[in-house]
């Protein structure tokens, strides 16, 4: 219901936009309040469409769209040429999934569950953990191989440092495709014994229980592909004048509000499993989408940047995003380790992502402009 209660945002969005011409700050937050039970309806459609085309379509589908709202706001933003706030979304969804989400689930069930110890799939968890160090070496290797090439003995001029950054950033890119596409392999084809849900799990509370037909679920997913596609493109156009009027800076509302809108459905359905003592399915759900964001996501971001004209690399220029994402591996791979968790657990894992929320809000970067004015003067 209270999803469905944020569909209204959508109709209001457009008439704040075109009708009326409202400031930029209510379009802004009247179109993430309206992309947020789009995510959702996105979900539930390729749920729904899984249930027609069987598990393998399905699961093509599920990453196909399972990240589809953040993508085309970033997409919008990227085209702006606001690549740092792109990143930060980037980021944000990260940490969001990984921290946020996966640790209010763990203190729902903690809660709904009596307190108790839950336990899951340590073999599940053990090779999400791993894909997480994976995604620590990968995005924190071009931010160490852009300051080696400022190094003296290196010292590569801007033009030629930059062009370096955006081939390295594509291969790595590349890579990560890749070793996502064979982790889907491995764990649902030649290893799905190991990393299927328990029979207990399994198709309780799993999945849409009365499918819509297949032409109603395509619908479903392609209008609310072309609702998100609107609705960013207001958003991405109020960005800057919102973050004006607010006195925060772009950096902080893609880190945190960007990316919270971005993967607030699964927010939800973390939680909603984690009532009802489906762990495995909550935790496939926050590192799963957490994964996704570094494997996929990202980097698809980084190919589409090139093809539409506005390179993006996968530079994190700021120490605080490169802790943040080595902080999610450290702590997520020490709660989930022995395949159990309890309440408190999740309280450190929202206490972790909260004290970075603090720092980002804190933190003042440079407007792109600025900074651009301050490396040509310096001759970088």
Do not use: C
């Not at 080696?148 to 390295?168: H, K, W």
């Not at 973390?270 to 989408?289: E, S, T």
């Not at 996704?292 to 980097?299: C, F, I, S, Y």
């Not at 999740?346 to 909260?354: C, D």
């Amino acid at each position: 219901m209270f999803m469905k209660a944020l569909l209204a945002f959508i109709p209001v969005s457009l008439v704040l936009k075109y009708g009326v011409h409202a400031p930029p700050m209510w379009i802004f937050f009247t179109a993430v309040l309206a992309i947020v039970p789009l995510a959702d309806w996105l979900r539930k459609a390729t749920e729904h469409v899984a249930v027609h085309a069987g598990p393998t379509i399905g699961g093509l589908l599920n990453v196909t769209f399972g990240n589809m709202a953040e993508i085309i706001i970033a997409i919008f933003i990227l085209i702006s040429g606001n690549t740092q706030v792109v990143k930060a979304q980037i980021t944000g969804s990260i940490i969001g999934n990984a921290l946020l989400g996966l640790g209010l689930a763990i203190v729902a069930a903690g809660f709904v569950r009596g307190g108790g110890r839950q336990k899951f799939n340590a073999a599940n968890a053990g090779q999400l953990s791993a894909m997480l160090f994976l995604t620590v070496i990968t995005l924190t290797l071009p931010a160490i191989f852009d300051y080696t090439e400022q190094l003296p003995a290196f010292a590569a001029e801007a033009g030629t440092r930059a062009n370096l950054d955006e081939r390295l950033s594509i291969g790595v890119a590349i890579l990560l495709i890749v070793v996502y596409l064979l982790n889907l392999v491995y764990t649902l084809v030649t290893h799905k014994d190991v990393f299927a849900i328990p029979e207990g799990e399994a198709g309780h509370g799993h999945g849409p229980e009365k499918p819509w037909s297949l032409p109603v679920a395509l619908g479903v997913l392609l209008g609310g592909t072309a609702l998100i596609a609107l609705e960013s493109e207001m958003l991405s156009g109020a960005l800057e004048a919102t973050a004006s009027t607010l006195g925060l800076s772009e950096f902080f509302l893609g880190i945190i509000v960007l990316a919270i809108v971005g993967n607030f459905a699964e927010y939800l359905a973390a939680v909603y499993f984690a009532r009802k003592g489906q762990m495995d399915l909550a935790v496939n759900i926050g590192l799963g989408a957490t994964i996704q964001v570094a494997l996929l996501t990202a980097p698809l971001l980084v190919i589409i940047g090139a093809l539409l004209g506005h390179p993006m690399n996968l530079v994190f220029s700021s120490p605080l995003e490169l802790i943040a994402i080595i902080a999610v591996a450290l702590i997520v791979t020490s709660v989930t380790k022995d395949g159990e968790t309890t309440w408190f657990e999740g309280v450190l894992l929202i206490a972790v992502y909260i004290a970075l929320a603090l720092a980002f809000y804190f933190v003042t970067p440079r407007g792109a402009e600025e900074a651009g004015l301050i490396l040509r003067a310096l001759g970088a």
